[in-house]
């Protein structure tokens, strides 16, 4: 089993920048792909960001792209996501999930396996 743990959400004004990690249990982690969704609420819970196992590729959605930085220490068994130029609407739970992928991970995510518990993220205007 994988466990994940999640932190560095918080409270932060527009245009400021947070960073968000989750920290993975195991001695494969670089098998696994990682991705970051968040879910606002009342609303469906939204891909953000993939990386591959060995971090050598990822993939943003649109919204976030050129804002936000997926990233993975393979040692540490841990993944981050740097998110600058933060927006109101950047306001969702963040969760980190793992998923035994050879390349990126899924897109959708009901195909993960496993999930942390969620960190809030709220951005003021």
């Known amino acids: 089993q994988v466990q994940l743990v999640e932190s560095g959400g918080g409270l932060v004004q527009a245009g400021g920048s947070l960073r968000l990690s989750c920290a993975a249990s195991?001695?494969?982690?670089?098998?696994?792909?990682m991705g970051w969704f968040r879910q606002a609420p009342g609303k469906e819970r939204e891909f953000v960001a993939t990386?591959?196992?060995?971090?050598?590729?990822?993939y943003y959605t649109n919204s976030v792209k050129g804002r936000f930085t997926i990233s993975r220490d393979n040692v540490k068994n841990t993944v981050y996501l740097q998110m600058n130029s933060l927006k109101p609407e950047d306001t969702a739970v963040y969760y980190c999930?793992?998923?035994?992928?050879?390349?990126?991970?899924?897109?959708?995510?009901?195909?993960?396996?496993?999930w942390g518990q969620g960190t809030q993220v709220t951005v003021s205007s």
């Open positions: 990386i591959a196992g060995s971090g050598a590729i990822t």
């Open positions: 999930a793992a998923e035994k992928a050879y390349g990126l991970g899924p897109l959708v995510a009901r195909e993960y396996d496993y």
């Open positions: 195991g001695r494969t982690f670089s098998l696994y792909a």
